[in-house]
């Protein structure tokens, strides 16, 4: 198994050929897909022919960044992914932000987890400049993970999706942090230890 970052209760590693079954569960589940495309499971082949070979292709380009699989330490179960891939392809300064987890994994600090471990590596160690994340308004799990992982509100968009979604009509979030802004609150941490 290739490990590409540890913390205290998460691997995270390459994707690999063996992850449909995984991938399908966790895309399987109407709670998981509900503000990614209103509930909707992933067909398997789909999974097979088109996701995961794109996030296996995802480790080719730059390096350092793609979609990583998430394993929980304490039982060696796949609990979902995070993604970290610079921001529309354009180069590993600015990066994009993302996670899905299946729903047993919830509510237990894995995605700021995850999240911060990833932001951390990639401003100390992969030349990272600013992190960037999206979501829908009304996805409030997913805006509270990129507020805890640091990053803060930019601005509110609408944008063109090619299916509707309950709650789409309040538009999308972009939340983003840079290393400025990052250094400066690992000094004020540190000062209130
Ligand atoms: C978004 C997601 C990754 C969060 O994962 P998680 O591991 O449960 O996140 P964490 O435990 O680190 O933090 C979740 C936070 O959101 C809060 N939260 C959860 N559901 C909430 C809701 N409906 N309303 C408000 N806050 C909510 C939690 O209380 C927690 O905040 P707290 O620590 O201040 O109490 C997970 O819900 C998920 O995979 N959802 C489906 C896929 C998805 O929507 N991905 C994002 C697409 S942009």
């Given at each position: 198994?290739?490990?590409?970052?540890?913390?205290e209760?998460?691997?995270?590693?390459?994707?690999?050929?063996?992850?449909?079954?995984?991938?399908?569960?966790?895309?399987?589940?109407?709670?998981v897909?509900?503000?990614i495309?209103?509930?909707?499971?992933?067909?398997?082949d789909?999974?097979?022919?088109?996701?995961l070979?794109r996030f296996?292709h995802?480790?080719e380009?730059?390096?350092?960044?793609?979609?990583?699989?998430?394993?929980?330490?304490?039982?060696?179960?796949?609990?979902?992914?995070?993604?970290?891939?610079?921001w529309?392809?354009?180069?590993?300064?600015?990066?994009?932000?993302?996670?899905?987890?299946?729903?047993s994994?919830?509510?237990?600090?894995?995605?700021?987890?995850?999240?911060?471990a990833?932001?951390?590596?990639?401003?100390?160690e992969?030349?990272?400049?600013?992190?960037?994340?999206?979501?829908?308004?009304?996805?409030?799990?997913?805006?509270?993970?990129?507020?805890?992982a640091?990053?803060?509100?930019?601005?509110t968009l609408?944008?063109?999706?090619?299916?509707?979604?309950e709650?789409?009509?309040h538009?999308d979030?972009?939340?983003?942090?840079?290393?400025?802004?990052?250094?400066?609150?690992?000094v004020?941490?540190?000062?209130?230890?």
């Amino acid at each position: 198994m290739r490990i590409f970052l540890e913390t205290e209760r998460l691997l995270l590693r390459r994707f690999t050929d063996s992850d449909v079954d995984n991938l399908c569960d966790l895309d399987g589940d109407p709670e998981v897909m509900r503000f990614i495309n209103g509930g909707k499971p992933t067909p398997r082949d789909v999974i097979r022919d088109d996701t995961l070979p794109r996030f296996i292709h995802s480790y080719e380009r730059f390096e350092g960044f793609g979609v990583w699989a998430a394993i929980e330490r304490s039982t060696g179960r796949f609990v979902g992914w995070f993604e970290f891939y610079p921001w529309k392809d354009a180069g590993p300064h600015e990066i994009e932000l993302g996670y899905r987890l299946r729903r047993s994994a919830w509510s237990k600090g894995y995605a700021t987890e995850g999240s911060r471990a990833l932001i951390r590596k990639g401003f100390t160690e992969l030349g990272v400049r600013r992190v960037v994340a999206e979501t829908m308004v009304v996805n409030a799990a997913s805006r509270r993970v990129m507020e805890k992982a640091g990053l803060r509100y930019v601005r509110t968009l609408h944008q063109e999706w090619p299916e509707r979604i309950e709650g789409d009509e309040h538009g999308d979030v972009q939340y983003a942090l840079t290393k400025a802004d990052w250094e400066r609150r690992q000094v004020a941490e540190r000062g209130r230890l």
